[in-house]
T-cell receptor, first 110, second 115 residues
Framework: RKEVEQDPGPFNVPEGATVAFNCTYSNSASQSFFWYRQDCRKEPKLLMSVYSSGNEDGRFTAQLNRASQYISLLIRDSKLSDSATYLCVVNKINAGKSTFGDGTTLTVKP | DAGITQSPRHKVTETGTPVTLRCHQTENHRYMYWYRQDPGHGLRLIHYSYGVKDTDKGEVSDGYSVSRSKTEDFLLTLESATSSQTSVYFC??????????????FGAGTRLSVL
């Protein structure tokens, strides 16, 4: 079993739709959580950190469920420009390395 | 954007030749990483460094070596390139620590083709 697992998709949604991605992690010592976005043939870029209390940035909401060991990303009112691959990232306490999920691909269509 | 420069950005080489990729940062971050990304595999860690001359292996380190003689530079060397090393290589940096200090910032990538 992979340490971080994501549904690879693809998710194909119309503009304006709400879409949610989940990511599960296996190591209960995990401490830091992030969502990254990667556009085709580009480098991954931080989308948002995921805090225990949950956090929101515009149309994007990230939540953490430590008991069930998963994090989620909700995108409301999807835009064409949201089309990308979304990577879930997990860090253990005081570990310099991160574990990346393989990504979930989202395509938003007109 | 974080100051990370990868060079070269594209390279075509022949099987059996040595190849060195360079990652340069201007952020003075402690940690530096080399990943490869292939279709169907996501990002896979090759090697990482937690300080000058301090390096450790990742999950796919066979056939690769690294060196970090200065805080700002992290070199990845393929001693004898093979076709299986054709990939996109990303360098990343982070401050290291807890919380948001673990955020990794990526370079633009190097596309390597081994013929």
């Amino acid at each position: 079993r992979k340490e971080v697992e994501q549904d690879p998709g693809p998710f194909n949604v119309p503009e304006g739709a709400t879409v949610a991605f989940n990511c599960t992690y296996s190591n209960s010592a995990s401490q830091s959580f992030f969502w990254y976005r990667q556009d085709c043939r580009k480098e991954p870029k931080l989308l948002m950190s995921v805090y225990s209390s949950g956090n929101e940035d515009g149309r994007f909401t990230a939540q953490l469920n430590r008991a069930s060991q998963y994090i989620s990303l909700l995108i409301r009112d999807s835009k064409l420009s949201d089309s990308a691959t979304y990577l879930c990232v997990v860090n253990k306490i005081n570990a310099g390395k991160s574990t990346f999920g393989d990504g979930t691909t989202l395509t938003v269509k007109p | 954007d974080a100051g990370i420069t990868q060079s070269p950005r594209h390279k075509v080489t022949e099987t059996g030749t040595p190849v060195t990729l360079r990652c340069h940062q201007t952020e003075n971050h402690r940690y530096m990483y080399w990943y490869r990304q292939d279709p169907g595999h996501g990002l896979r860690l090759i090697h990482y460094s937690y300080g000058v001359k301090d390096t450790d292996k990742g999950e796919v380190s066979d056939g690769y070596s690294v060196s970090r003689s200065k805080t700002e530079d992290f070199l990845l060397t393929l001693e004898s390139a093979t076709s299986s090393q054709t990939s996109v290589y990303f360098c990343a940096i982070s401050e290291g620590g807890s919380g948001d200090k673990n955020i990794q910032y990526f370079g633009a990538g190097t596309r390597l083709s081994v013929l």
